[in-house]
């Protein structure tokens, strides 16, 4: 995550910012609120600001709005006085940390209000498939195109894919197309000179060059215009941009993620999407299956949501109740893995016993999951079955045996092709081999190479 802290680094703050950097944060540092708009106008991200409540913080938020630059605040200061820090959230921050700090503190803050604390959380095989493709093409610099119904978790998938890359120590840079004006679009995506048009009062570094050594999210990519697609082809063909009002191109060195809940290719024939573009966004599809089709990770990402929003209330995390899982399972989840995890959120608040029941779990409307019918119980209950028994898969298992079953599956997984099935493992060929050896004298059926370019090495 990284981190700009504004304010004087004396004192308290200066132990503040070590602990943020003993958490995982990447950090920065500018003494006043023009100057951290003037680092972020200039290309300096940033996925959080730690800004003294001695700072205007409500005019450096209006500042940084006023450049379409979003960073979340959290304000911190000495003391504390309750005036002050009750200011400071009024003006637009999302926490407030007293100092002297707390370690614990500091990094529990720093986790909620990021965005980068969403792990994959996955148990059903259709999902499980997804992220083997993944781990494959994370290490190139292939371009890759996300697909799937809104709230399935395409920008998760991304973040995961950034995390295996080799450049992940750069920065994540995610742009929703959807939800930039047109005509502001451009001068977000490739920046702007002074003076380029009316309001650009200063150069704008945008998002491509931000992203620079990293990687970057092009979000709902087919709400793009076809002006824009046209730059955008370029600029991934050529790897240089051009700022609007610039006079010279500008090299940029990232990798291309796009994602999109629309059918692409339906877009090319009705004209609305190159066709051009799309090939070279599409190098490999991600196809996110919608919840409905995995059921076996909607008990686990209930479980998982349950144990978020009960820390983050102070709550003591409890158990679903059997036909709360019935009821869940059952749902068809329209709104996919953001729906569940909204659900789940009202049920934490919502429950008064030890343990969370049908009753708690609430639609939006404020009705409850409807229950199964007596001829899709047995259906449902097989899958919320299905889906304990995928978990408990590896429990009693030696790691030998979990060795054996990973290696088998990876190698079924590609058509019994050693050297692919030894890249994806992350193991030498001869390693592979040798085990393969072992597996058959002890008498274990071992995938044999499928087709003639499969290499039986």
């Excluded at 009202?346 to 609430?362: F, G, K, M, Y």
């Excluded at 088998?408 to 081999?433: F, K, V």
Aim: charged share 25%; glycine share 8%; aromatic share 4%.
């Amino acid at each position: 995550m990284r981190l700009l802290v504004v304010g004087k680094l004396d004192g308290q703050l200066s132990s503040a910012v070590k602990m943020a950097m003993s958490a995982g944060a990447k950090v920065s540092h500018v003494e006043t609120a023009s100057a951290a708009t003037h680092a972020l106008r200039a290309g300096q991200g940033a996925d959080l600001l730690l800004v003294d409540y001695e700072i205007d913080i409500a005019g450096l938020i209006a500042a940084n709005e006023a450049e379409r630059i979003r960073v979340p605040v959290v304000a911190c200061g000495v003391g504390p006085d309750p005036v002050k820090a009750a200011a400071a959230i009024r003006a637009g921050a999302k926490e407030f940390i007293p100092l002297p700090p707390e370690a614990e503190l500091i990094a529990a803050v720093l986790a909620a209000v990021s965005d980068d604390n969403r792990p994959m959380v996955v148990q059903d095989p259709a999902m499980k498939a997804v992220l083997t493709l993944a781990d494959q093409v994370a290490p190139s610099d292939a371009s890759i195109l996300i697909t799937g119904e809104s709230g399935s978790g395409k920008e998760v998938i991304a973040r995961y894919v950034h995390q295996k890359s080799r450049r992940s120590a750069k920065p994540f840079i995610s742009v929703n197309c959807a939800a930039i004006p047109e005509n502001l679009l451009e001068s977000e995506l490739f920046g702007h000179e002074k003076g380029a048009f009316t309001g650009a009062l200063a150069r704008r570094i945008g998002k491509f060059e931000e992203a620079n050594g990293g990687t970057l999210l092009l979000d709902e990519i087919s709400e793009m215009d076809a002006r824009l697609q046209a730059k955008l082809l370029r600029a991934i063909q050529e790897r240089e941009i051009d700022r609007v009002g610039g006079a010279k191109p500008v090299k940029v060195d990232i990798r291309i993620l796009a994602t999109s809940n629309r059918d692409l290719a339906q877009a090319v024939k009705e004209g609305t999407f190159r066709e051009d573009l799309l090939y070279r966004l599409n190098v490999v599809n991600l196809r996110l299956p919608p919840l409905r089709e995995r059921p076996g990770d909607i008990i686990v990402l209930a479980e998982h949501f349950v144990k978020k929003y009960a820390a983050a209330n102070g709550m003591a995390d409890k158990p679903l109740s059997d036909e709360a899982k019935r009821r869940l399972v059952a749902h068809r989840w329209s709104g996919n893995v953001r729906e569940l995890e909204n659900a789940m959120h009202r049920a934490v608040l919502l429950s008064p016993s030890d343990q969370i029941t049908e009753d708690s779990i609430r639609l939006p409307d404020g009705q409850p999951l409807a229950p199964a019918d007596a001829g899709m119980r047995t259906a449902q209950a097989a899958s919320v079955a299905a889906a304990e028994a995928v978990r408990n898969t590896f429990v009693g298992q030696t790691v030998a045996e979990m060795e054996q079953q990973l290696i088998l599956d990876t190698l079924e997984h590609c058509a019994g092709n050693r050297t692919h099935a030894a890249n994806i493992l992350g193991i030498s060929i001869r390693t592979l081999r040798n085990k393969l050896k072992e597996y058959s004298e002890a008498g274990v059926a071992v995938p044999a190479p499928q087709g003639a370019g499969a290499s039986a090495a």
